[in-house]
T-cell receptor, first 115, second 117 residues
Framework: GENVEQHPSTLSVQEGDSAVIKCTYS??????FPWYKQELGKGPQLIID?????GEKKDQRIAVTLNKTAKHFSLHITETQPEDSAVYFC??????????????FGQGTILTVHP | KAGVTQTPRYLIKTRGQQVTLSCSPI?????VSWYQQTPGQGLQFLFE???????NKGNFPGRFSGRQFSNSRSEMNVSTLELGDSALYLC????????????????FGPGTRLTVT
């Protein structure tokens, strides 16, 4: 089955700095890669996603890049703010066969942005 | 649009009991997936329902079951609770249209925190 590795497990940055979180996946059939932000006491919130036919996607201060050859994708947050502090999860999914709805998650990254 | 709602938000049960959790997806969404979140195992897929049929199942024992109703609302049931079932149970709603429907987003609810004593 699919396996997703996420690094680093914790990340501490100063307000205004950039933050980068990296994930690798094992199943080359995976074709959908979302990123979720989870704040304390809440469910994961979808913040950005990318499909396998796209190499990069941006949404204001957030960007995601995908390297299908290396089976690697990354989340980039620029101009970080204290409210960006949360746990971030990457995930992978194969939309085919019997794999519907099954997101395989990374272990999570605790991001702390210091004012 | 209202988001995904889950009830109850918190639940305390005793080992050996059973529990039923409920999920109401976003209006118009026909797919519901369930996940278990624990500090040790992270987020793990339980099962997915689409059009009242279970389409996919994760590696959990048969004590974990679910169903989906004609209005897309879903319930999951855990029988003979064990201490290790203590977790946050999350429901995700999706507008998936059917097989081969292309990539689709999944939106999570706030979860039900289950504590087994």
């Amino acid at each position: 089955g699919e396996n997703v590795e996420q690094h680093p497990s914790t990340l501490s940055v100063q307000e205004g700095d950039s933050a980068v979180i990296k994930c690798t996946y094992s199943d080359s059939a995976s074709n959908y890669f979302p990123w979720y932000k989870q704040e304390l006491g809440k469910g994961p919130q979808l913040i950005i996603d990318i499909r396998s036919n796209v190499g990069e996607k941006k949404d204001q201060r957030i960007a995601v890049t995908l390297n299908k050859t290396a089976k690697h994708f990354s989340l980039h947050i620029t101009e970080t703010q204290p409210e960006d502090s949360a746990v971030y999860f990457c995930a992978a999914r194969w939309d085919g066969g019997t794999s519907y709805g099954k997101l395989t998650f990374g272990q999570g990254t605790i991001l702390t942005v210091h004012p | 649009k209202a988001g995904v709602t889950q009830t109850p938000r918190y639940l305390i049960k005793t080992r050996g009991q059973q529990v039923t959790l409920s999920c109401s997806p976003i209006s118009g969404h026909r797919s519901v997936s369930w996940y278990q979140q624990t500090p040790g195992q992270g987020l793990q897929f339980l099962f997915e329902y689409f059009s009242e049929t279970q389409r996919n199942k994760g590696n959990f024992p048969g004590r974990f079951s679910g169903r989906q109703f004609s209005n897309s609302r879903s319930e999951m049931n855990v029988s003979t609770l064990e201490l290790g079932d203590s977790a946050l149970y999350l429901c995700a709603s999706s507008p998936r249209q059917g097989s081969g429907g292309g990539s689709y987003e999944q939106y999570f609810g706030p979860g039900t925190r289950l504590t087994v004593t």
